[in-house]
């Protein structure tokens, strides 16, 4: 089955940046979703079609791609950023695949 | 606004069926712009699609899931529903309900999600 590839852990200084980045062989062809999950809460979407940004969610969060690797980078972290990111892709066959999971400690 | 909201038993026994329901409010589940799909994490693990229903009926499951899923669509009572047959200690988890875009720019991204349910599977 489609695998996506995630760091298990990224630390970083208050105001530093962070970079979280989700590997997988299909991501030249298809978009990638990064989500934000907080202990004891639903994730919530941050970035779509790999660079694109909700509404309602800070400029600090960016995303970007390179062949088979997507990036989620948090320029200038605050505490509140402290929590588990998620990518999410899919396959060719329209199943839904999310990453390993990656928890960012601040 | 739009939110979801899953409901349904904390506890089941090996071998039986999970059975969970989400309801929509703040918005009709009968839209052609979204899908609406299951979504479960085991205790301090990621994440995993079972699958997505469209307000027509139409079903896409995760195929190794498949054989023991069943999502359905009540469009009167503005419901979605999850079965999972034949339950294990690996089927505990929470479990989210999620609204899927269909069309447009956020196409394919889960942009609503319910605050998810704990399942346990024990006897």
């Keep these: 089955s489609y695998e996506l590839t995630q760091p298990p852990s990224v630390s970083v200084s208050p105001g530093q940046t962070a970079r979280i980045t989700c590997s997988g062989d299909a991501l030249p062809n298809q978009y990638v979703y990064w989500y934000q999950q907080k202990p004891g809460q639903a994730p919530v979407l941050m970035i779509y079609r790999d660079t694109e940004r909700p509404s309602g969610i800070p400029e600090r969060f960016s995303g970007s791609s390179s062949g088979t690797t997507v990036t989620l980078t948090i320029s200038g972290v605050q505490a509140e950023d402290e929590a588990d990111y998620y990518c999410q892709s899919a396959d060719s066959s329209g199943t839904y695949v999310f990453g390993t999971g990656t928890k960012v400690t601040v | ?123």
């Excluded at chain 2, 979204?34 to 479960?40: A, K, L, Q, T």
């Excluded at chain 2, 205790?43 to 498949?66: A, Q």
């Design chain 2, 1 to 123: 606004h739009l939110q979801l909201q899953e409901s349904g038993p904390g506890l089941v026994k090996p071998s039986e069926t999970l059975s969970l329901t989400c309801t929509v409010s703040g918005g009709s589940i009968s839209s052609d712009y979204f899908y609406w799909g299951w979504i479960r994490q085991p205790p301090g693990k990621g994440l995993e699609w079972i699958g997505s229903v469209y307000y027509s009926g139409n079903t896409y499951y995760n195929p190794p899931l498949k054989t023991r899923v069943t999502i359905s669509v009540d469009t009167s009572k503005n419901q979605f529903s999850l079965k999972v047959n034949s339950v294990t200690a690996a089927d505990t988890a929470i479990y989210y309900c999620a609204r899927r875009v269909g069309r447009g720019d956020m196409t394919d991204a889960f942009d609503i999600w319910g605050q998810g349910t704990m399942v346990t599977v024990s006897s």
